[in-house]
């Protein structure tokens, strides 16, 4: 048995269908008497019931969030906690809820209830992510990761394929990630676990929710498969793919789980060599030869972008958002550095399936990818 330090953050998980009907009851658990519920429009109906079943304990909504939670709108949430007596949180939706929830939580130390509606993972996380003046600055704080996390299979059964592939895609990134983190980085054999069957989860129950939206079965699966993604990202460090991610939605505003969806597999190989262990297990979780190409692979079938082009990202800002993931310098096991970083983000900007290690061809530029991105375009 060789030697290691295991942390995990936790939260109170309530799972299952009809979960949404306890919140109220987890709300008076936390001893809070009057909170503020965010939630975005795409989840007005769900917010409208979870507000009357709140009752009394409703102090004041946010209707409105966006991604990557901009500054000033972080003040104003806080603000309104403020002057609406708010001793704590309620957040239903994506990450962006919980992103915003976070923010406030940052500023004003109340707990939260988190209630996720896609595969985000973050709600079993201490992390947070603020943008101001086109930066996306991240940072961990326990007073952020929300006490109770409710997930109800029932609230996925409206999400719509894309946002499913691209939202489970940004679970899976979490536990590649968490299965390469450096040593002593808070990766452990619980983390790992996690990580595995996380994935495994996902990539078998994905495919079902795009073909067959209204499978509860599988909503359930891939929901267990997020939830076990945000437990290991909980527990560990990220690497380039997340610093590379919040980088091209906080300077250059691309989507958030889309870009996850694109860049998860180049991250992949721009560690493989680095990282074989993690890379074998990631495979083994996809049922795929290699794992780069089985993420490509599980993205590419559900749907979800491969492409950085597809996106939004122009070939010029490639070299610019290199050198700023390079100068973050964020903890991995293949160092990063400007050039290699650039090589990654042009094969994604691409969208090329990555080829199989000791296969791969010399790096295309964006000019020469232009056609391969767009044979690479694919329907839901």
């Known amino acids: 048995m060789t030697s290691f330090v295991q942390e995990l953050p936790a939260s ?112 079993l996380t201490p992390v947070w992510g603020i943008t101001a003046g086109g930066r996306k600055r991240t940072g961990r704080d326990p007073a952020v990761q929300p006490r109770t996390v409710v997930y109800d299979p029932l609230l996925t059964l409206s999400l719509p394929p894309a946002v499913t592939a691209a939202s489970g895609m940004n679970a899976a990134a979490h536990c590649v990630e968490a299965l390469y983190a450096p040593e002593g980085q808070g990766a452990g054999p619980l983390t790992s676990w996690a990580a595995e069957e996380g994935l495994r989860a996902l990539a078998a129950a994905l495919p079902r929710c795009v073909e067959a939206p209204g499978e509860l079965d599988a909503r359930g699966r891939a929901l267990y498969g997020a939830w076990l993604a945000g437990l290991a990202l909980g527990g560990a460090a990220t690497g380039v793919h997340h610093k590379t991610c919040h980088v091209l939605g906080g300077t250059f505003g691309l989507p958030h789980a889309e870009t996850h969806a694109a860049l998860l597999p180049h991250a992949a190989a721009f560690n493989a060599a680095a990282a074989p262990a993690a890379m074998a297990r990631v495979a083994r979780a996809l049922g795929a030869g290699d794992a780069a190409g089985g993420l490509w692979d599980l993205a590419a079938r559900t749907g979800a972008p491969t492409s950085l082009r597809s996106l939004g990202l122009r070939a010029e800002d490639v070299e610019a958002a290199a050198e700023l993931v390079a100068a973050a310098a964020p903890p991995n096991p293949r160092p990063v550095d400007a050039a290699g970083v650039a090589a990654m983000l042009r094969a994604a900007w691409s969208g090329r399936r990555p080829e199989p290690p000791g296969q791969a061809g010399p790096a295309a530029t964006p000019a020469a990818a232009a056609g391969a991105a767009a044979s690479t375009r694919r329907t839901p």
């Open 12 to 123: 109170r998980v309530v799972f299952g269908p009809h979960s949404l009907d306890r919140v109220p009851e987890e709300v008076r658990r936390l001893a809070c008497r009057a909170v503020l519920l965010v939630a975005g429009g795409s989840q007005r109906q769900a917010a409208d019931e979870l507000a009357g079943a709140l009752g009394p304990l409703l102090a004041g909504r946010i209707g409105a969030v966006v991604q990557h939670v901009p500054e000033a709108d972080a003040d104003r949430a806080a603000r309104l906690a403020g002057e609406a007596g708010a001793d704590g949180l309620v957040c239903l939706g994506g990450g962006s809820a919980t992103g915003l929830a976070k923010a406030v939580a940052l500023r004003v130390p109340l707990p939260i209830v988190a209630v996720p509606t896609t595969y985000a993972g973050s709600e």
